[in-house]
């Protein structure tokens, strides 16, 4: 048969989630630790109470010049200094470029939040995985500017013009000996920085992999790059706080930013063994590709549903569910004028039916929209709906936008017992969408409270750069909840 033939003829159903193997059983995993930097706070607490308030993180650009840029606002994390993470965090900051500074900051309040001994795990089975949509791009084009200034080089830039550096900096910051990796598929990064993560915890290659997601758009030349694709929010720069309105009719684009998530996972048997206080389980994840001869268009791309709902389906079966017990979907939903509406109409196909039974949010309302940073957050996100039995609003959410279809928005938070959350994600262009599949720990799992244990940081850390004061302390735990 040749191949023309093959190609033109119609599409085999294609197989989804992790294969089986006869016999073979997956190891259960479960999040451990939250640790989220963002615009609306740092530190579980902080994040979490802004974020079921409808707290937005918007305002005036700040961290490069926005003079000549269409859109005029960002979600920058304010007063972000890594002295308040890290003893000495001021020198090394000199050196760092920001989104590893936020990536190791976040793996700071990670494992803190934890409570996990370092050198009583196997530091050759405890990996890291970070996700970067841009890496240090910003730092790598400032390199231009000092050439053509006739200015001297740093040193230190040959390492930095690696996507890989933030994973090389956290993994020698803690002592951390096992598998070291990074993702860099777009906006996606984050969620398939913990999909991957997911398999190789699975399979039982690893003991416990510290996951980040980290990114900081607001550069010149992303901001000039995203406003010539007609991608960003142009309408509401005089009114910042309205800008970000996920399947809302007035929607005018995203809102660019930056902002780390990180989350520990461990196989459910470490956890068990040191009497961990467990988030969630990490039961599914699935990414699918568009395929089918895609071509990239910033201004009229093909509204092509199938590779969405391929996604939100997989996961849902990767976690051994059925549509009708995902309860709550954190959707994409980044204000984008044509993507939420692929989306929207994606969960409709992708739930039939079940679709009045979810509760659909957008952490981006509040957040924006900034590479891996902001599916790692959604992931953070779902792991204290779990938790705390909230589920998050979707502000700015007026006039539901016809065209995304009927959707259940959230747009105040709701009290609720949440047993199941899909977390969903969607790749510049619609080349790819990732989904990853959160459920509350199984009945009969005794669920630890924190404040039980306290983190021991390990003794091969680094001698002059280690965790600041605060978090050698132990956690106090949340009220009038136990947490």
């Known amino acids: 048969m040749s ?39 740092c530190g579980r607490n902080a994040f979490w109470k802004s974020l079921i308030a409808g707290q937005h993180g918007f305002g005036p650009i700040t961290l490069c010049d926005a003079t000549a840029s269409p859109s005029k606002i960002a979600a920058e994390v304010k007063d972000f200094r890594l002295e308040r993470y890290v003893v000495g965090g001021e020198i090394m900051a000199r050196h760092t470029p920001r989104p590893a500074q936020m990536a190791l900051a976040a793996g700071v309040l990670a494992l803190h939040d934890a409570e996990l001994e370092l050198d009583a795990c196997d530091p050759d089975r405890l990996g890291v995985f970070v996700g970067t949509s841009i890496g240090n791009l910003g730092e790598t084009l400032g390199l231009a500017t000092r050439i053509h200034q006739g200015r001297s080089i740093p040193p230190h830039a040959a390492f930095h013009a690696f996507n890989h550096s933030s994973a090389c900096i956290v993994s020698s910051f803690f002592n951390i000996r096992g598998p070291m990796h990074t993702a860099t598929s777009g906006c996606n990064s984050g969620l398939d920085a913990l999909g991957q993560a997911l398999r190789m915890l699975q399979t039982g290659v690893v003991d416990a992999m510290l996951v980040i997601g980290t990114d900081c758009e607001v550069v010149p030349e992303v901001l000039a790059a995203l406003n010539a694709s007609g991608s960003l929010v142009t309408r509401y720069n005089d009114s910042p706080g309205e800008a970000s309105r996920p399947f809302d009719r007035l929607r005018n684009g995203n809102v660019i930013g930056e902002g780390a998530a990180a989350l520990l996972l461990e196989s459910e048997p470490h956890a068990r063994r040191r009497q961990a206080r467990l988030y969630a389980r990490l039961a599914g994840y699935q990414i699918c590709s568009a395929g089918h001869n895609r071509q990239y268009s910033h201004d009229a791309p093909e509204i092509d549903l199938r590779p969405c709902v391929r996604a939100l389906r997989g996961a849902v079966r990767d976690a051994g569910w059925s549509r009708d017990q995902v309860e709550v979907l954190s959707a994409n939903g980044s204000s984008s004028v044509l993507y939420d509406r692929l989306e929207g109409l994606a969960i409709a196909e992708a739930f039939g039916a079940d679709l009045s039974r979810l509760r659909i949010h957008s952490t981006k309302s509040m957040l924006g929209q900034h590479g891996a940073g902001s599916s790692a957050l959604q992931a953070a996100a779902a792991c204290l709906t779990l938790r705390r039995g909230i589920v998050p609003p979707t502000i700015n959410h007026v006039e539901p936008d016809p065209a995304c279809g009927p959707l259940p928005i959230v747009t105040r938070a709701e009290t609720r017992v949440v047993s199941r959350v899909l977390v969903h994600s969607i790749g510049l262009g619609g080349f790819y969408y990732s989904a990853a599949a959160f459920e509350a720990p199984e009945a009969g799992f005794e669920v630890f409270t924190t404040g039980g244990g306290q983190v021991q940081w390990s003794e091969q850390r680094h001698p002059k750069f280690q965790p600041a004061e605060e978090f050698r302390r132990p956690l106090e735990p949340w009220s009038p909840q136990a947490d």
């Open 3 to 41: 191949f023309w033939k093959r190609s033109h003829q119609a599409p085999r159903a294609e197989p989804v989630g992790l294969p089986e193997t006869p016999g073979a059983t997956r190891i259960p995993v479960v999040v451990t630790g939250v640790g989220p930097i963002s615009a609306i706070g």
